[in-house]
């Protein structure tokens, strides 16, 4: 395994918490995520890390870099690991692009992602979306490591089942979105966060130009 990537999970802006339900009550389960890339890196030590972490608006209306959080965690708990910070647009769609875009030397060879289960399906398709997009392939050599469910607490999905069930009805509503062409980039709709980002020189290049 050559690289490993970390896909965004929520982050709590202000904290270095990783949630388990976001603003709208979502099961999201961020700290499994990120403790399952810990568990992961470990069965793969020389591979390379990349925190690949959505930018978002924090309540001030200041830029919040998710991968920076994301980083600190793994470097505390993998101080040898070569870990890389990717900062995108916040979907799952823009973090895959994102890497493409900035990071491509890290695409040659095998590639794991990891998140959590329930993002499976969802996060392969926009893999290879993104894939296509940047090398006109449908297929990269990739392994996905599901985070939670199966890796790091079964106990959690168990008391949380109801919550779960939900998130995996929406995840599966965005599949048929995404299959059936009906897909929304919301990101490119979000014009406050992108007139944020264009105000930010180290993150200007994150803006498309048609914005």
């Not at 979907?91 to 030397?105: R, S």
């Not at 399906?121 to 990269?140: D, G, I």
């Not at 944020?196 to 200007?204: E, G, I, Y």
Request: hydrophobic share 40%; with cysteine; aromatic share 10%.
């Amino acid at each position: 395994m050559k690289t490993l990537i970390v896909i965004s999970p929520e982050v709590t802006c202000g904290s270095e918490a990783f949630p388990l339900f976001d603003a709208k009550g979502n099961y999201v389960a961020g700290q499994t995520r990120m403790q399952a890339a810990v568990r992961v890196y470990k069965k793969y030590p020389k591979a390379t890390l990349v925190m690949v972490g959505g930018c978002i608006l924090d309540e001030h209306g200041k830029v919040f870099r998710r991968a920076k959080i994301m980083t600190a965690f793994m470097r505390s708990c993998c101080p040898l690991a070569d870990v890389r910070e990717v900062h995108t647009l916040p979907c799952t769609f823009h973090n895959f692009c994102g890497i493409f875009e900035q990071n491509p030397e890290l695409l040659h060879g095998e590639v794991g992602l990891v998140s959590n289960n329930y993002h499976q399906e969802r996060a392969l398709l926009m893999w290879q979306m993104a894939a296509k997009r940047y090398c006109h392939v449908m297929e990269l050599p990739t392994a996905f490591f599901p985070a939670e469910e199966f890796v790091c607490a079964k106990a959690q999905q168990a008391r949380f089942s109801v919550e779960y069930k939900r998130r995996l009805h929406l995840e599966r509503e965005g599949l048929a979105h995404l299959k059936g062409g009906l897909y929304t980039d919301k990101c490119l709709n979000n014009h406050r966060l992108l007139a944020a980002l264009s105000a930010v020189s180290s993150l200007r290049h994150l803006v498309p130009e048609t914005a």
